[in-house]
């Protein structure tokens, strides 16, 4: 009962076929888009997402000399006039690649919220879950040669993105130790026995779905039997290992296990997955602020480097859409405990590459901290807005909800500085 | 055609082969450490290098063993219930209710209800809700061969009497009262709450006097392990009462004003701040120290401003009924009497929807606590089963056999298709309008631990339970674990619904458990099988196809897969029954609620 080739075979016959120029229904490898180069390729996006709420005093925003500034220092950078926290010497060197927003504004300041606000640019509603930006964005613009999935959340950490209502098949897929071997991915038992299972599958499903054809189409069962079999099967699953990559360029991220993130994401850049989020944790530091952030620089600052320089060699800096943030700032008053609480008034993040305006300073918060509003504020909608359109996108679309609720993707206008 | 559910008659022989006698290995193990503990006198005769050697081995090996029968025997107390007959037709009467409240509904939104569905799936479904796992094919026998009047009625009891139900079901619920959080500490703390609250849910409990204990805890937290409620919200060394006052607006009265805790509810005009301060204040008290929780009562709630920087002192106070709070008492004793009180019809409505919830994987009214206000039509339902549920003492397992005798619960998960319908399919809008009206079962997602509950109960074939070897109760207690972390775990949101993922598809496919369960080999159900029905394999076919989905093949089944039996013996046969398993353990009808 085979019904078609063993799905080992696959390959080979697909190959085969376009070796005697009958591949008519697989692109050609080299017009793959993810071989392509430079602006013409498919944006992705990669989100460093600093988990806890990293201080902008601490990091993009420094206030050395003012009550509120800590004993954090400034040093210069690429950028003519922008100083950064001194913790970032290797920011520093490339940070004219990135623009640095100093005003973002979100009214959510608890974690959970915040987080959620942050990764879909809606506040939590009671009625559904927005999707994440990169859902949106690997819902829209699906890549069919690829065979992997196509939102990627890296390094572990709380609430990792999701579909929400365009459904849990969009849904990051998580990856707790990148580069490390990828589990459950291999069948061990023989093709023959393989595809007999699946035939038996294929029938079994049917018989359940019978009088009950669109709620179980609803479950996308078989669709994610299918993804997950073209998956195993796929050459594409190397730009999950790093064990070809040097030691060097090990080491240049970072040995940790937020530096082997921005390592695999830039593979899976590379690879054409569409959007990649790596997660640090960390940084919610209500005690001991100050070391604390140290220690976050030390993980973050090569790591960071790295990704931006090897994006740029690789010559994928220009379709690759590079964010650094978190769920909110900290506030300008340092607590008894020698610790900054949440503050999501006027905090910063960078963002950069895919054809983004590079070296842009937007806004400024007062270094008094008094005024609590920033100048020119930012709201993360427009962010995303930016982002979205930027990828190609209509940022304002509307889509229909599970519920028969029309939601737009965005509810932002982008930021005509960073266009 | 789904295949027939009884074929009671094709498969005697099987049966009688699958019957198992209830050991009590479980205790020869455990007779093992009064065993060592004797042994002392004779090791005077011993070298004292071997005893240097011998005892701490031995010490691994007691603590292993204490630690297994902690976990696997699980809630340690076997409280038995008295079954209690007349309850259960009053339950009867309330599902009554309940059903002319739905068909009055059916007839205004012109629907017709899908047809009943067949007991053993109705059993399948009430197995899922209430112990975690499908019937074993021990149990389905049983049941078929109950010819008795109301054998769904004694089942529920008996599955209710079971003490697989307080464990699975306080886990459950413990979700809503102590999250989910990781962390060595809080599990372990976790763990003794939930062994507590198993034992309140085993002696059916009144739910009033379950949440009472709740919030006025006091000791220590291991030997009073309803404190876990409280010491559950510390943050920095400190109780924190705002998390205290969310968590049990959230789970006790299936309101959400987390919001109000920075400044009014935008969205919903009921929550104002000073309400959320004014709850919070109730917990203010508590202190959580090496000498347990307790309320230092000398403590006020003072907020501190975060425009002007002065703060102010915070009395206690509640956002509506505030003539069912008592003036005398202790804070929080003050607050569990206004929860509870009669007149606080938000009370049973939560409770009522959240178990609503658990029978059939999705709450009446969602999200699970955000319930609008009682008396609202669109949940009318609820008011009428809370209405009872009051009356009945508020027994949690008198509501789960009102559930489970509803007509809702009892409808097959195929809607029901007009006759001059073009196809035999609904559309989707229409199956929709039908879901939303409880006019068909909803086919849902199983949570995680009920997938793998399922694949370990089906790979066994004898029923699982307190009764099992305690390796086989460990090795389900380990395995859920990590299946349920890597299947994706939505802690408390898991009354939310879901699609299934691919991570999910490849740890079925692909998982090692999964490998290993079906893995052809002396004590698994694949061998067992394949060996009992050689020269059968209609049988075979059938036997797995009841383990696994509870039903028999259909004919396209039997004439793909049969063929995988036909002419094979010893390995080759326990590997083609280990193909079927795959093959069903994969498919949507394992994995989906129906």
């Not at chain 1, 390729?41 to 601490?58: C, D």
């Not at chain 2, 004779?42 to 007691?62: F, Y």
């Not at chain 2, 609250?197 to 805890?217: F, K």
Request: aromatic share 8%; net charge neutral.
């Amino acid at each position: 009962m085979f019904t078609g080739p063993p799905i080992e075979r696959r390959r080979w016959l697909q190959q085969s076929l376009a070796g005697l120029g009958l591949g008519f229904t697989l692109p050609a490898l080299d017009a793959r888009s993810a071989d392509r180069r430079g602006p013409t390729r498919p944006t992705s996006l990669i989100t460093l997402f600093l988990a806890g709420g990293p201080s902008q005093l601490e990091t993009w925003d420094p206030h050395p000399g003012h009550r509120i500034g800590g004993e954090t220092t400034a040093i210069e950078t690429r950028l003519k006039g922008l100083k950064i926290a001194s913790d970032y010497p290797q920011t520093a060197e490339i940070i004219n690649e990135l623009s640095v927003i100093r005003s973002l504004v979100s009214r959510e300041g608890d974690h959970q919220r915040g987080v959620y606000l942050v990764k879909t640019g809606y506040r939590p509603d009671r009625t559904l879950t927005h999707p994440s930006l990169g859902a949106i964005l690997a819902k829209e613009r699906w890549d069919k040669t690829i065979e992997i999935p196509q939102h990627v959340s890296l390094g572990g950490g709380p609430r990792p993105a999701r579909g929400g209502f365009l459904g849990a098949q969009y849904d990051a897929y998580k990856i707790y130790n990148p580069g490390q071997e990828l589990r459950n991915i291999t069948a061990r038992i023989k093709d023959a026995r393989q595809d007999r299972r699946l035939e038996g599958l294929r029938v079994v499903s049917q018989t359940f779905s019978r009088g009950r054809l669109a709620a179980t189409r609803g479950t996308q069962h078989q669709l994610m039997v299918d993804r997950a079999l073209a998956m195993m099967n796929s050459d594409q699953l190397k730009a999950f290992q790093i064990d070809d990559e040097s030691r060097s360029t090990i080491d240049l991220y970072g040995d940790s296990r937020f530096g082997r993130g921005c390592l695999v994401a830039r593979k899976l850049v590379e690879a054409g997955v569409r959007a990649i989020e790596v997660t640090l944790p960390g940084w919610d530091t209500h005690t001991n602020n100050f070391e604390g952030h140290r220690e976050q620089a030390a993980t973050l600052d090569p790591a960071l480097f790295a990704l931006i320089t090897d994006l740029k060699q690789y010559d994928l800096l220009d379709s690759t859409i590079v964010l650094v943030l978190g769920e909110f700032g900290r506030t300008p008053t340092v607590n008894p405990l020698d610790g900054r609480d949440h503050w999501p008034q006027g905090f910063s993040c960078l963002v950069g590459g895919g054809g983004l305006a590079a070296g842009r300073l937007l806004g400024a918060t007062d270094p008094t901290g008094k005024r609590r509003k920033p100048d020119q504020p930012v709201e993360i909608a427009d962010l995303f807005a930016t982002v979205i359109s930027r990828m190609g996108v209509e940022f304002g679309k509307e889509v229909i909800t599970p519920i028969g609720r029309p939601m737009a993707y965005c509810e932002g206008t982008p930021i005509p500085g960073l266009l | 055609m789904e295949g027939c559910h009884a074929a009671g008659d094709s498969t005697p022989q099987a049966a009688s082969l699958f019957y198992s006698h209830r050991c009590q290995n479980g205790q020869t193990s455990l007779r093992q450490p009064d065993r060592l503990a004797s042994s002392p006198p004779t090791l005077e005769n011993v070298g004292m290098k071997l005893l240097r050697r011998v005892i701490p081995l031995l010490l691994v090996v007691v603590g292993l063993l204490a630690l297994v029968q902690a976990i696997a025997g699980r809630p340690t107390g076997d409280i038995s219930t008295p079954r209690r007959l007349a309850d259960r037709f009053e339950a009867k009467q309330t599902a009554e209710r309940l059903d002319a409240w739905f068909q009055d509904r059916w007839t205004r939104e012109q629907i017709t209800p899908a047809a009943p569905a067949h007991e053993a799936t109705v059993l399948r479904r009430l197995s899922l809700a209430l112990h975690g796992t499908v019937p074993s094919l021990e149990e389905l026998r049983q049941f078929e061969a109950d010819a008795k009047k109301r054998r769904l009625e004694r089942w529920t009891q008996r599955l209710l009497d079971d003490s697989r139900f307080a464990t699975y079901f306080s886990e459950r619920l413990g979700r809503a009262l102590v999250g989910a959080e990781e962390g060595p500490f809080l599990a372990f703390r976790r763990d003794r709450f939930h062994a507590w609250l198993s034992e309140q849910l085993a002696a059916n409990r009144p739910w009033d006097r379950i949440v009472t204990r709740l919030v006025t805890a006091q000791g220590l937290p291991t030997g009073e392990p309803a404190t876990n409620f409280i010491t559950i919200a510390q943050v920095d060394e400190e109780i924190d009462e705002q998390v205290l006052a969310g968590r049990t607006i959230r789970a006790f009265l299936g309101q959400r004003i987390d919001c109000a805790q920075c400044h009014d509810h935008f969205f919903d005009p009921r929550w104002k701040q000073a309400h959320f301060e004014g709850l919070a204040a109730f917990y203010a008290p508590v202190r959580f120290s090496p000498l347990g929780v307790d309320d230092n009562l000398a403590v006020q709630f003072e907020v501190t401003d975060h425009e002007s920087g002065t703060s102010r002192v915070v009395e206690p106070r509640v956002p509506f009924g505030s003539e069912w709070l008592p003036s005398e008492g202790t804070p929080r004793r003050r607050l569990a009497q206004w929860l509870t009180d009669r007149r606080n019809l938000r009370f049973d409505r939560a409770i009522v929807n959240r178990v609503w919830g658990q029978m059939f994987g999705r709450p009446f009214s969602s999200p699970v606590n955000d319930l609008p206000d009682p008396g609202d039509p669109a949940t009318a339902a609820l008011d009428l089963l809370s209405e009872d549920f009051r009356s009945h003492n508020r027994e949690l397992k008198w509501l789960i056999h009102a559930i489970a005798a509803s007509r809702p619960f009892r409808l097959d998960s195929r809607p029901h298709v007009p006759h001059d319908s073009q196809t035999l399919e609904l559309p989707l809008e229409e199956l929709r309008r039908h879901e939303e009206a409880w006019a068909v079962f909803p086919v849902l997602r199983l949570r995680p631990e009920q997938v793998i509950g399922a694949m370990l109960q089906t790979a066994s074939i004898k029923t699982i339970d307190r009764h099992s070897h305690l390796f086989t109760r460990a090795r389900r207690f380990f395995s859920e674990q990590s299946f349920v972390q890597d299947y994706g775990d939505l802690g408390d949101e898991e009354l939310s619904e879901q699609t299934g993922t691919i991570p999910q598809a490849l740890l079925r496919m692909n998982g090692q458990l999964a490998r290993e369960l079906i893995k052809p080999g002396a004590f698994g159900a694949t061998t067992a099988i394949a060996r009992a029905t050689q020269g059968n394999d209609r049988l075979c076919l059938g036997t797995c196809f009841e383990v696994c989905l509870g039903r028999q093949p259909s004919d396209d089944e039997q004439e793909v897969m049969g063929q995988w039996l036909a002419d094979t013996r010893g390995r080759r046969r326990e590997l083609a029954v280990e193909d079927i398993f795959w093959t069903l353990f994969n498919s949507p009808e394992f994995s989906w609620n129906h």
